[in-house]
C-alpha cells in the first residue's frame, strides 16, 4: 500500500480499498472464469487457454477524479474508476495498462465496484464484473498497474445518464483517469516504465478511441488490444439490423439500440430522439434497461420477457425499415460518429474476434485493419504499422475476451522486452 498523493494538484482522490492475496487471484483466474465461461457456446475449434498464475498481492484504490463531458461544453464532473497496484516492495517503474470495460447490465457491474461485495442500489453486481478481476488478476497479479474508467454514468457517477458509445465523453472518462494515475504515481516516487491499453466489446471500442486520445495528446503508447470491438457501431448495428443471423444473434441485442438513443439523447442535447427511433409500444422499457428503473434481476429478466426475442428490426419506428433512412437520420449519423478507427495509428494494436461471436460479426472485427490497410499499405503490400487481427477460432464473445487477455498480455511482456 502505498501513501497518498496530494489531492489538490491531481484533483482527484485514491482511497484504499483492500489487499487481494495472490491466492484469490489465482482463484479468480480459475474458478471464477470458469464461471463467467458456464454460459457460454463454443463453436468448433475452440480450445481455452490455459490457466494464467498471479505471483504477487494487488492492492485495489477507489479513484475519484475531477473530469468534463465534451459534448455539454466541458462541463465539469466527478467520475470513478480503479487502480490496482501489484505489491512489490520499493518498485520504482511499473507498466501501466488502462483497461476499458464492457456493456454493464448494472450500474455498479464497473471497475470501482470489482472487488467489492455489496453496493449501493442492494442489487448483485459482483458477476456481472468479472472482466475487470480477470484483468487485474492477470495483469496486476504480474507485475503490472490496472487502471480502469467507471464511465460517466456509472459506478461513482450512476445518479447520471450513462454516456454509453459517446465517443468524446467515453475518451475524456479514461484519460483524465491516466492523468490522475499518472500524477499520483509520481508523487510516489513511481514512474510508468510503458503504457499499454486493453479492452472487451464496447470496451473495445472505448480503447481506440483512448488510443486517438493519446496519440493526440502525444502520450506514448507501447501496445493496445481489444477483443470483440464495435469498432464502428453504425456497420455493425446496421448489418445486425439488417442482415441479422436468427441462429446466432443474442437475444440482447435491443439492449444497444436503448443504451445507444437514450445516451444520444442526453448528451448530444436530441429531445426526443428516442422516441423518433423506438415503437411506442417498445420505448418504456427500453427506457427503463437505459435507467436501469428496474428491481433487480428478476424484473429484467421479465422486462426483457415482454420484449421478447423478435428480430432487432421490429423494435423500430416504420420509416427505419428503409436502411437508407437508417443511414441519414440523426441516430444513424451519431452512431457513425462514434466509430474509433479511422485514423493511421502510430502504435501496434492487436484485435481479436471469435468465428461464433453472438455479438460481433467477423467483417466488423477485421474492418478497423483493412481500413489501415487503405491508409499504410506501400507498393510492396508492406504495412509497417497495420493492426493485428487474430482470429479466435469456435470462440462466442466472453470466450473472446477469456483467450485475448492472456495472449495479448504475452505480447505485450514481449514488447517491454525490446
Known amino acids: 500500500m502505498i501513501a497518498p498523493a496530494a489531492a489538490a494538484p491531481e484533483r482527484a482522490a485514491f482511497t484504499f480499498l483492500k489487499t487481494v492475496p495472490k491466492s484469490d487471484l489465482n482463484r479468480i483466474l480459475n474458478e471464477e472464469r470458469s464461471l463467467f465461461s458456464v454460459n457460454t457456446a463454443a463453436g468448433p475449434g475452440y480450445s481455452a487457454p490455459d490457466i494464467s498464475i498471479a505471483l504477487n498481492d494487488v492492492d485495489i484504490y477507489l479513484v475519484e477524479y475531477a473530469s468534463q463531458v465534451p459534448e455539454q461544453g466541458n462541463r465539469s464532473v466527478t467520475a470513478t474508476g480503479l487502480l490496482a497496484l501489484p505489491v512489490i516492495p520499493k518498485a520504482k517503474q511499473l507498466p501501466l495498462i488502462s483497461y476499458q470495460h464492457g456493456t454493464v447490465f448494472g450500474k455498479y457491474e464497473v471497475p470501482s465496484y470489482a472487488f467489492q461485495e455489496t453496493n449501493p442500489s442492494g442489487f448483485p453486481h ?239 472485427g477485421t474492418l478497423p485493419a483493412q481500413y489501415q490497410n487503405v491508409l499504410t499499405v506501400d507498393r510492396k503490400g508492406a504495412d509497417p504499422q497495420g493492426i493485428e487481427t487474430i482470429k479466435v477460432q469456435g470462440a462466442d464473445h466472453r470466450l473472446t475476451f477469456v483467450t485475448a487477455a492472456p495472449t495479448a498480455k504475452a505480447w505485450m511482456d514481449h514488447l517491454r522486452e525490446k
Open 126 to 364: 459482483y458477476a456481472g464484473a468479472y472482466e475487470t478481476r480477470y484483468m487485474v488478476s492477470l495483469f496486476a497479479g504480474n507485475g503490472y498497474a490496472v487502471m480502469a474508467a467507471d464511465y460517466f454514468g456509472l459506478g461513482g457517477g450512476a445518479d447520471r445518464p450513462e454516456a454509453y458509445f459517446v465517443k468524446a465523453s467515453s475518451q475524456q472518462a479514461s484519460y483524465d483517469l491516466y492523468k490522475s494515475v499518472q500524477t499520483h504515481l509520481a508523487a510516489n516516487d513511481i514512474q510508468i516504465s510503458h503504457t499499454f491499453l486493453g479492452g472487451w466489446s464496447q470496451g473495445g471500442l472505448n480503447t481506440t478511441g483512448l488510443l486517438q486520445k493519446l496519440e493526440a495528446e502525444n502520450v506514448v503508447v507501447s501496445g493496445s488490444f481489444t477483443a470483440s470491438s464495435p469498432s464502428d457501431p453504425f456497420a455493425a448495428l446496421n448489418g445486425l439490423i439488417y442482415h441479422p443471423r436468427p441462429e446466432l444473434d443474442a437475444p440482447w441485442l435491443n439492449t444497444i439500440v436503448s443504451l445507444t438513443v437514450f445516451s444520444f439523447e442526453n448528451y448530444y442535447g436530441e429531445p426526443d430522439l428516442a422516441k423518433s427511433v423506438v415503437r411506442p409500444d417498445f420505448y418504456q422499457d427500453m427506457q427503463r434497461i437505459y435507467s436501469r428503473s428496474y428491481a433487480g434481476p428478476e424484473e429484467l429478466g421479465a422486462l426483457f420477457g415482454r420484449l421478447g426475442t423478435r428480430p432487432l428490426l421490429d423494435y423500430f419506428q416504420d420509416q427505419y425499415r428503409d436502411p437508407a433512412y437508417f443511414a441519414s437520420s440523426r441516430y444513424g449519423r451519431l452512431l457513425a460518429a462514434a466509430e474509433t478507427y479511422r485514423q493511421q495509428f502510430k502504435s501496434p494494436l492487436q484485435m481479436f474476434y471469435g468465428t461464433h461471436d453472438e455479438v460481433i460479426k467477423e467483417a466488423i
